[in-house]
């Protein structure tokens, strides 16, 4: 499964909007404020109506349009400001199911929710139901990863075992935003459980394992330890073999590999008659919210490579405000960038982290800090006021050494700053 265009029609913050996705990674970037999220939510929207036709699947999965999500128009009555919901908000998508090019689309007005041109999804949905129990069906993976997705923290103090399941709980929580981990935890204790009573190497659970550790800089083994009751990475930190428990790794590790665990466990849930190919053969759709969310930035510089090399068929739409995520995709034929603020896309050009803070993101002189700009801007009024002094008046001396004290004031902790200013100073005043 993969979306190839998204239409959007009085949704958020958008009137009329279309977008073109590449096979693999599409990454989003643009202020604050520019629809970032409201791409990847209306993403969200067009991925759910896979999952509508499916039985035991939470409605929060099949995310129908809500009255938030559509656009507000505002005018002027006589004094008044008021704001009004548009008649009508659409969600469109052409993509590819099951290898077929289908169109279908989902809509919101005040009559309801409801699907058009929905006939082909809905059949797929049937067969893919219909057929769960032959082993040459293969179901696609379809997740959602917001910035919540830390916010939910494990509340069990014991982490249960997983019964025998449908291969469709693979999208129970798919498409919220906040990502529940109690469900993934389960399934690799039960995994780990089943290993040790059958002195087996289970093919389903060494695929996951390979997935996280492919994912993780330096991670050496990912086990379910039996006497902590927890996930445990082992990995080099400062040349040494550490153990860690999943609860004690940084925000920025516990949120990749909760991230990656949790795609590589729903692939193996969807589709474990692959075995140990279920993680290069299952194909998808995963959308993830600033995807540099608490990682160093030598892990943003390589997030992207390792996210298409170990899931090799899953196409990625993910947002991103970090330079270093958007310098990885240099040279790269399978990604765009696409900047919602101009509303095209851009060319990586081998740039530096600056050229792309400065160019691509709006930032001014990143080289240098903010300080130092603002410093540089006072010593500039600074002269330009010094100027002034020699033929004003005694009652306008007065108040352009006023000014003069105020623009040091906010830089008195640099000596040689002020120093050097007050000498430039003396020197026109003895004149």
């Not at 059949?123 to 830390?150: C, D």
């Not at 996951?208 to 009751?229: G, L, S, T, Y």
């Not at 002269?383 to 008046?393: G, I």
Request: aromatic letters at 8%; glycine letters at 4%; a negative charge.
């Amino acid at each position: 499964m993969r979306i190839k265009k998204l239409e959007l029609h009085n949704f958020r913050c958008f009137e009329n909007y279309e977008l073109e996705l590449t096979k693999r990674f599409t990454l989003l970037i643009g202020d604050n404020g520019s629809g970032k999220t409201a791409i990847l939510d209306a993403l969200a929207v067009a991925m759910g109506a896979l999952l509508l036709d499916i039985p035991d699947i939470k409605l929060a999965d099949k995310r129908y349009i809500s009255s938030d999500d559509m656009r507000n128009s505002f005018q002027l009555m006589g004094q008044t400001p008021t704001k009004e919901k548009e008649g009508r908000t659409n969600v469109n998508a052409i993509g590819i199911i099951n290898n077929e090019n289908i169109n279908w689309a989902r809509y919101k007005d005040n009559k309801g929710t409801g699907r058009q041109f929905a006939k082909e999804i809905i059949n797929i949905a049937e067969k893919l139901i219909n057929e769960r129990t032959n082993p040459s069906t293969l179901f696609p993976v379809i997740a959602y990863y917001g910035t919540g997705r830390l916010w939910r923290q494990l509340s069990e103090t014991e982490k249960k075992i997983q019964s025998p399941a449908s291969r469709l709980a693979g999208y129970q929580d798919c498409l919220n935003i906040a990502s529940d981990q109690k469900i993934l935890f389960r399934w690799f204790k039960t995994q780990e459980l089943i290993a040790l009573q059958t002195q087996e190497r289970i093919h389903i659970l060494e695929a996951v394992r390979e997935a996280i550790i492919n994912m993780i800089p330096d991670a050496q083994k990912v086990f379910w330890d039996m006497k902590q009751d927890e996930l445990v990475i082992e990995t080099v930190i400062q040349e040494k073999l550490h153990s860690m428990p999943f609860h004690l790794l940084s925000d920025g590790y516990r949120n990749m590999v909760g991230m990656v665990a949790d795609i590589a466990y729903r692939m193996a849930t969807l589709n474990p008659q692959l075995e140990s190919e279920a993680i290069k053969q299952t194909e998808g759709i995963v959308l993830i919210d600033e995807i540099d969310l608490h990682l160093h930035p030598n892990w943003q510089g390589i997030v992207v490579e390792r996210l298409l090399n170990t899931f090799p068929k899953v196409q990625f739409v993910a947002s991103t405000h970090s330079p270093f995520i958007i310098q990885s995709l240099y040279h790269r034929q399978d990604c765009l960038l696409w900047d919602l603020d101009k509303n095209q896309a851009l060319e990586i050009d081998s740039k530096s982290i600056e050229d792309i803070a400065e160019d691509q993101q709006g930032v001014e002189i990143p080289q240098q800090s903010r300080r130092f700009i603002k410093m540089e801007k006072a010593a500039e009024e600074y002269y330009r006021v010094l100027k002034q002094l020699p033929a004003a008046s005694e009652e306008e001396k007065h108040r352009l050494k006023q000014k003069l004290d105020e623009l040091l004031m906010p830089y008195s902790d640099d000596p040689a700053y002020q120093a050097f200013l007050k000498m430039e100073r003396l020197a026109v005043e003895g004149e």
